[in-house]
């Protein structure tokens, strides 16, 4: 009918109708719409870090994390990073890529 709300409701799932399909018979589906993102445009976190303090800077664009460079990164730019997070910004030190890897974006 189309309105079960799980797919085992369904009358196509008769005994025998999942698993083993044969090669070329399995089913799919590709729903409308595009996937939710991961992330808010212009959200900031830290990744692979060991604490909510410190880790790599990335900032959601697009609905997808990329990393911050660090071309130019300095103790104002982490103090920026740090007083958004809502962290202490005192002592807000910038670290550069070897310490929590070099990310991606």
């Known amino acids: ?45 830290l990744a692979n870090g060991t604490s ?15 990393t911050v460079c660090s071309d130019s990164w300095d103790e104002r730019d982490a103090a920026v990073v740090c007083r958004e997070l809502g962290q202490e910004t005192a002592h807000a030190v910038p670290i550069f890529e070897l310490t929590f890897g070099s990310g991606t974006g």
């Open 52 to 66: 909510p303090s410190n880790g790599r800077v990335e900032v959601c664009h697009r609905g997808v994390w990329g």
């Open 1 to 45: 009918l189309g309105i079960e709300s799980s797919i085992l409701e369904c009358q196509s799932m008769g005994a025998g109708n999942f698993i083993p399909c044969q090669f070329g018979n399995a089913s799919g589906v590709w729903c409308a719409g595009a996937a939710p993102p991961e992330c808010t445009e212009s959200e900031i976190r």
